[in-house]
Structure formats: structure tokens, C-alpha cells
Nanobody
Framework: QVHLVESGGGLVQPGGSLGLACAAS????????MGWYRQAPGNERELVAT???????NYADSVKGRFTISRDNAKNTVYLQMNSLKPEDTAVYYC???????????WGQGTQVTVSS
């Protein structure tokens, strides 16, 4: 069974920085693409950033130049460094991981990020 555990959310002032981490566990399982999505109240879940196993990245236009996604394949962990945060970045952030050699797709429980003065 696969579990994704997120950490690092919280409250930060506009212009501040915050880092998220997501550790994926599963006996003998590795992951191809991993990523972060977010959902603000009243909105649909949207892509923030994804990263392939070879570390090719993709970002939403709204976060380009401010957010950086990275991963550690040995630890099955994906990170999201968020800089220059804006109030509109406030949302629940979800980790996603696609199982390698499979169509299975997993989600974390979500972590709240609030940008407010």
C-alpha cells in the first residue's frame, strides 16, 4: 500500500517563503512523475508543478520564477520551495505520485498554505 505524507505547510506573510515536502512510501514501489497541485476554496484543484524521474519540470504560469520543484528518487520524496508568496497562493496543497510501470496514481492528504499579513 502506498502512502504520501506531506509536511511544511503553514502561515506566511506576503513576500515570504515556505517549503513543502512529500514522502511517498510503498514496499518496493518507485514513482515516475511526481508533483504538487493546489485547491483554493470554491476553486477546482489545479496543477502547480510536476517533475519527472529524470527531473524534467513543468510549472503553472502563475508560479513560474517563484516556485521550485525538486525530488530525491532514493527517498521517493518531492519538494516544493515557494518564494515571493502572494495571498492568491493560499490553498490546500496536495502531493501527487504516479507509480512507475503502472497506471496507478496517488494523492497526499493535503497541507494548508496561507499567505496573509
Amino acid at each position: 500500500q502506498v502512502h504520501l505524507v506531506e509536511s511544511g505547510g503553514g502561515l506566511v506573510q506576503p513576500g515570504g517563503s515556505l517549503g513543502l515536502a512529500c514522502a511517498a512510501s510503498g514496499n518496493g514501489i518507485s514513482f515516475s512523475a511526481m508533483g504538487w497541485y493546489r485547491q483554493a476554496p470554491g476553486n477546482e484543484r489545479e496543477l502547480v508543478a510536476t517533475i519527472t524521474r529524470a527531473s524534467s519540470t513543468n510549472y503553472a504560469d502563475s508560479v513560474k520564477g517563484r516556485f521550485t520543484i525538486s525530488r530525491d528518487n532514493a527517498k521517493n520524496t518531492v519538494y516544493l520551495q515557494m518564494n515571493s508568496l502572494k495571498p492568491e497562493d493560499t490553498a490546500v496543497y496536495y502531493c501527487n505520485a504516479k507509480q512507475r510501470y503502472s497506471s496507478l496514481n496517488y494523492w497526499g492528504q493535503g497541507t494548508q498554505v496561507t499567505v496573509s499579513s
